[in-house]
């Protein structure tokens, strides 16, 4: 690998070794927490130039319409819910779009301000990983965000029976819905 500015080399190095390095940390905290000898293991392995790490094979096309057969030409509006810092939205939309339904982005703001009611919506999945920075009670901090405002937590007690949790701070949102 090299990395150069106006033609002259800045960085030479290989895949392995930036790797490594990058790795360096999370390895120490591995150390630390699992069993040393595993974590070292897997430390090294990062030098193995033949190693093509995680990769998958699908065994079916990615293209094929798969929910043809099961779904009628309407797609069924998912509202996929997020938070101030989560992940995961994209993907969990490009999943539920290509299972035949119509996702549409909602911010938690947009229901809290009233721009979004659910009732618009057949499903409804929560992405709540690393939401509020992911700080500890990060999930009870959301679900606070519905208890404490009247708007949302009827939407979410009228929906609570369709809603799908993904992730822990959607989880624990449910969860605090309920009682």
Request: include cysteine; aromatic fraction near 10%.
């Amino acid at each position: 690998m090299r990395v150069t500015l106006f033609e002259e080399p800045l960085l030479e190095t290989t895949r392995q070794l930036t790797q490594r390095t990058w790795a360096e940390t999370s390895y120490r905290m591995q150390a630390l927490r699992d069993n040393p000898e595993c974590a070292k293991n897997e430390y090294d392995n990062l030098l193995d130039s033949r190693d093509p790490g995680l990769s998958a094979t699908p065994t079916f096309d990615i293209n094929d319409d798969i929910s043809a057969p099961f779904v009628n030409t309407a797609k069924p509006a998912m509202a996929v819910l997020r938070e101030q810092g989560v992940n995961g939205q994209v993907e969990m939309a490009w999943a539920f779009d290509k299972a035949g339904f119509e996702a549409v982005d909602v911010h938690m703001s947009d229901i809290l301000e009233g721009r979004v009611s659910l009732d618009a919506f057949k499903g409804l999945v929560a992405c709540g990983g690393f939401s509020y920075g992911d700080v500890l009670g990060a999930g009870g901090g959301w679900a606070k965000s519905v208890l404490f405002n009247e708007r949302a937590q009827e939407q979410f007690a009228a929906f609570l029976p369709v809603m799908i949790a993904s992730h822990w701070a959607s989880a624990t949102a449910a969860r605090c819905c309920r009682s």
